[in-house]
């Protein structure tokens, strides 16, 4: 098995964590899909990573489908819970997560176009989505010691993922002074292995 994928991907550190937490063997390949002459489109039609690639070929993407696969495959360190209700309530935090960081990836992508051809519009919209999310994150949250039931799950991964991202890309968005739960949830998973081997490269 080998996992096609990018060091500052929040998608693919996601992934990453989640193969750490679970102790599966996998080739970490890594590709970006901006440079010209990219595999990813071989085995990913819509061109983005993370790809995880099979023993038999089969490529699996997204993100969110590749952990789920993951999280079968193996039974060590159940990752969504089995009960439909605390699994569905695992993927809804992992899908507020993964779109704080569709709307971060969004902003980045439009500035750098050429700056008379941005739309503050859309630079504005992608911001609230930021915005709201975090709040959210930060409510549902509250004083509990992880994201979602009394457990350590994906739900806590992704959101730790999401709030690297925004550290990497928009360090002016100030949710540790905004938001001291998020806070006291990422000190926490900063402590895990699987997190420290998946830091971001800041250049
Ligand atoms: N929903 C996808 C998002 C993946 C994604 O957008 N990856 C970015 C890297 S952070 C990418 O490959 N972008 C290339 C492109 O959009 O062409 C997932 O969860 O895997």
Redesign the pocket.
């Known amino acids: 098995m080998k996992l096609l994928a990018?060091h500052?991907?929040?998608?693919?550190r996601k992934v990453r964590i989640a193969i750490a937490e679970k102790k599966i063997e996998c080739e970490l390949v890594e590709e970006s899909?901006?440079v010209p002459g990219t595999s990813?489109p071989n085995y990913n039609p819509?061109?983005?990573?993370?790809v995880l690639v099979l023993d038999d070929g089969t490529a699996l993407?997204?993100?969110?489908v590749i952990v789920e696969y993951l999280d079968t495959v193996s039974p060590v360190s159940r990752l969504i819970p089995e009960p439909s209700r605390q699994r569905i309530a695992v993927k809804r935090w992992e899908a507020l997560a993964?779109g704080i960081?569709?709307a971060a990836?969004a902003i980045v992508l439009e500035t750098k176009r050429p700056a008379k051809e941005q739309s503050a519009e859309s630079l504005a919209r992608q911001q609230q989505k930021i915005d709201r999310g975090l709040a959210d994150l930060a409510s549902e949250l509250g004083d509990r010691p992880w994201c979602s039931g009394d457990a350590y799950t994906l739900a806590d991964i992704a959101t730790g993922c999401a709030l690297a991202y925004l550290d990497l890309r928009h360090p002016a968005i100030d949710w540790r002074g905004e938001y001291p739960s998020l806070l006291k949830l990422a000190e926490k998973l900063a402590k895990r292995q699987s997190f420290q081997d998946t830091v971001p490269p800041t250049a």
Not at 8 to 12: E, G, I, L, M, N
Not at 46 to 50: E, F, M, R, S, T
């Open positions: 990018s500052t991907s929040p998608y693919a899909p901006w990813v819509l061109g983005k990573v993370p993407y997204d993100s969110r993964d960081c569709d990836v």
